[in-house]
């Protein structure tokens, strides 16, 4: 089985259209191997938007990090590529 990925996306202000990447969630269901990433150059995600947002951005990363981490359940599912594909459309249709 493959890999499976999403990538965290910093917009700071969605009406300019303005982002920066700045981590990825990866795994596979079948060896129950899930991680995520922080871009190690947070620069340019730092050189635009308020730190306020950014903040919220790292609570993200931090919040799933830890229950991945932990094995636990994330926002009542367990961490799975149909839990991916149902976090990645929320926060695509979401407007934050």
């Known amino acids: 089985m493959q890999y499976v990925y999403s990538v965290i996306t910093y917009v700071p202000n969605p009406a ?3 982002s920066v990447n700045v981590g ?16 190690d150059d947070l620069k340019r995600a730092r050189a635009f938007g308020p730190p306020a ?9 931090n919040e ?9 359940s ?3 599912q367990d ?6 594909n149902d976090l990645r ?4 249709t979401s407007s934050c």
């Open 16 to 18: 300019s259209g303005e």
């Open 24 to 39: 990825a969630i990866a795994g596979r269901d079948d060896a129950g191997d899930w991680e995520i990433r922080q871009a």
């Open 53 to 61: 947002r950014l903040d919220a951005t790292f609570t993200f990363i």
């Open 64 to 72: 799933i990090g830890r229950r991945i981490d932990d094995t636990e």
């Open 74 to 76: 994330i926002f009542g």
């Open 79 to 84: 961490v799975s590529e149909s839990w991916l």
């Open 89 to 92: 459309y929320r926060h695509a």
